[in-house]
């Protein structure tokens, strides 16, 4: 497996500001993702984070809103921009480590936004 | 369209053998996982079936049947520290991505 870490662990923000979460690898993964858990939901995959190209969004997260980097094979930030009510969720990285293409994940972020 | 299916609750006693099941419609299907999460804390994996059959790990085992597009996750031993949410995830597609079902929070009572 890996280990995993994510910045901040949890922030309480203003409506239309925006919050870059930052998720920390401690080896070299080629594939790594980012979640959204809305309350008393279960997980959503909002992109998938490529190292040195433009992150792959899913149905419904789009790029201005969900802005993703990975400059490198260890490292990737995902930005919630303008944010609103609605996105207070946990959000969470995950990798691909180890054998049986397993996901891992992060510890989550768990983001408020008044 | 995915769509995923598991059980919202359920209740078992200490000491008990639960299952947790898991239908699927997915377009594609490159395997099947599933993840426990403690309130509060991320996912943690538990087993990952991409054959049919049944793989056992201690006191956790997990079925498939792709023909059937059935899993279950089997808890023996039932303990309070299994009291949690357990997510059934399908990977689809190329790139390993995962679509997770709704989750089933099963409470264990002494």
């Not at chain 1, 959503?44 to 094979?73: C, H, M, W």
């Not at chain 1, 930030?77 to 992060?106: H, K």
């Not at chain 2, 996750?73 to 597609?93: I, R």
């Amino acid at each position: 497996s890996a280990v995993i870490s994510q910045k901040p662990s949890r922030d309480i923000c203003q409506r239309g500001t925006s919050l870059t979460i930052q998720c920390q690898v401690d080896s070299q993964v080629t594939m790594m993702f980012w979640y959204r858990q809305q309350p008393g939901q279960s997980l959503t995959l909002i992109a998938t984070a490529n190292q040195g190209s433009e992150a792959t969004y899913e149905s419904g997260f789009v790029i201005d809103k969900f802005p993703i980097s990975r400059p490198n094979l260890t490292f990737s930030t995902l930005t919630v921009s303008n944010m609103s009510p609605e996105d207070s969720s946990i959000y969470l990285c995950s990798v691909v480590a180890g054998g049986r293409d397993t996901q891992y994940f992060g510890p989550g972020t768990r983001l408020t936004v008044l | 369209g995915q769509n995923i299916d598991q059980p919202t609750e359920m209740t078992a006693t200490e000491g008990a053998i639960v299952q947790i099941n898991c239908t699927y419609q997915t377009s594609g299907f490159n395997g099947l996982f599933w993840y426990q999460q403690h309130a509060g804390e991320a996912p943690t994996f538990l087993s990952y079936n991409v054959l049919d059959g049944l793989e056992e790990k201690g006191r956790f085992s997990s079925f498939l049947s792709r023909s059937k597009g059935y899993s279950y996750l089997l808890l023996k031993e039932l303990q309070m520290k299994d009291s949690a949410s357990y997510l059934c995830a399908v990977m689809t597609g190329g790139g390993n991505k995962l679509t997770f079902g709704t989750g089933t929070q099963q409470k264990v009572e002494l």
